[in-house]
């Protein structure tokens, strides 16, 4: 195993930043786990900008250490992590987008690595979907978000961070008896839109259900939902509240906290994970490199969660 860089002449905060100064894809023989860069936001429907995040988020990475205290193990000793680098993805044609993100992704995917992608708007998450569940069948979908993303068409695009959810249900990708909405408090137009998430397979934790219960009575609502199949997490940066992300394209007042958000994250031990992103990264509007740290360190929660290869 290759871990993070380990040079005691070059300080974290000098050299090039690949995610958690981990060795890059092509340094390897083989990768259980890449973490992919995704620049593309021609999905987003309000403030773009989120093709900078996978490069904001990688900065933002490098004081990530390799014991994580709560998991009590070294994610980065048990099996091979690597900066997969940024997929290949142009601006301009969003299905062709899609279509590349997906050939990619399935590449990595048919050879044994999963992939944890850095966005990019939400809109990533279809190609994603696609290509793990040719591999492993339909999915169970764990969601942090602000918004449901189950929406249909807008401005004439089916195809947008509003609809990956959607689209992904109507293709046959999710299982539909297993996905699981956390933190959503986003406005709607209609309660229809309500009606048309559940034919889409979700079942809705909102953000105010953070004050009335605790981490561990949420994780075990989540487990129970999502039941004993593979599952893809799927992190919009805006599930948190602007105070904790404001660098995001779509924020939504009262949001969850970056604290609760990881005590539901760090009680969800045992799930089959088998692909993931963090997405909606806004550089432009970030403070202090506020939403970089919390889409970093969610990164880096993710990948604690992914169990090891059977070797």
């Known amino acids: 195993m290759i871990g993070q860089r380990d040079d005691p ?4 905060y000098a050299g090039i930043a690949t995610f ?33 995040g996978p490069a904001h988020v990688r900065e933002h990475s490098r004081q990530l250490h390799p ?18 680098g940024d997929l290949r993805v142009g601006p301009y044609d969003i299905e062709a987008a899609v279509e590349a993100i997906h ?4 590449a990595l995917v048919q050879g044994g690595t999963t992939v944890v992608a850095i966005g990019g708007d939400h809109t ?20 942090f978000d602000a918004h449901l993303d189950t929406w ?27 996905c699981q909405h956390v933190g959503i408090r986003g406005g709607i137009y209609d309660p229809i839109e309500l009606d048309d998430d559940v ?30 199949g593979p599952v893809y997490v799927s992190i919009d940066i805006d599930v948190l509240d602007p105070a904790h992300a404001p660098g995001t394209g779509t924020p939504e007042v009262a949001g969850i906290s970056t604290r609760e958000l990881f005590g539901v994250l760090r009680e969800l031990r045992g799930l ?32 604690a969660l992914i169990p090891p290869p059977s070797r």
């Open 124 to 143: 990533i998450a279809l190609p994603l979907l696609r290509a793990a569940a040719e591999r492993h069948g339909p999915l169970a979908v764990l969601h």
């Open 67 to 84: 014991y994580h205290q709560v998991h009590e193990w070294f994610p980065f000793r048990d099996r091979q992590v690597v900066d997969g």
């Open 199 to 228: 034919r889409a397979g979700f079942a809705i934790i909102r953000s105010d259900d953070f004050a009335r219960h605790s981490p561990e009575q949420l994780a075990e609502r989540i487990g129970d939902r999502l039941g004993t």
């Open 152 to 178: 249909d068409t807008l401005h004439g695009a089916s195809i947008w961070h509003g609809s990956p959810f959607r689209r992904a249900a109507e293709e046959g990708l999710l299982d539909l008896e297993h």
């Open 20 to 52: 958690a100064l981990l060795p890059q894809l092509h340094e390897v023989e083989h990768a259980d786990v890449a973490v992919v860069g995704i620049p593309f936001d021609s999905g987003t429907s309000f403030r773009p900008g989120a093709r900078f």
């Open 9 to 12: 002449g070059l300080p974290r």
């Open 272 to 303: 089959d994970i088998v692909g993931g992103d963090v997405v909606e990264v806004l550089p432009a509007h970030d403070h202090a490199g506020i939403t970089g740290l919390a889409a970093a360190h969610t990164v880096w929660e993710l990948l």
């Open 103 to 106: 050939e990619q992704a399935r």
